[in-house]
């Protein structure tokens, strides 16, 4: 799969089979699943989890709960939009 292919499968009422689990949660975000996408990001442990968690507060509007997963993934909340964070998310879990 492709990060091409990926967001193509955002047309699709259910996600492709065997998407890792953190591009699991932002397909479910994308999607407007926002409680798929936390459930399953939350189990993810290490940086990587973090940053989707982040991310996913981020969303949410929970900044004080953001902050914190971004200090856990060792980064600070982005200045730029969601929309370009999911972007930056997705190519990095293609990379």
Do not use: C
Request: charged share 25%; proline share 8%; glycine share 6%.
């Amino acid at each position: 799969m492709t990060i091409e292919t990926f967001k193509k499968s955002l047309e699709q009422p259910t996600p492709p089979d065997g998407l890792p689990p953190l591009l699991l949660a932002l397909w479910h975000e994308r999607k407007g699943d926002w409680h798929a996408a936390h459930n399953i990001a939350q189990d993810v442990p290490g940086p990587d989890g973090a940053r989707v968690h982040a991310y996913l507060h981020r969303a949410e509007g929970d900044d004080w709960n953001a902050n914190y997963w971004y200090r856990r993934a060792g980064r600070s909340m982005p200045v730029h939009s969601l929309k370009e964070e999911w972007e930056e998310l997705a190519a990095f879990f293609f990379s």
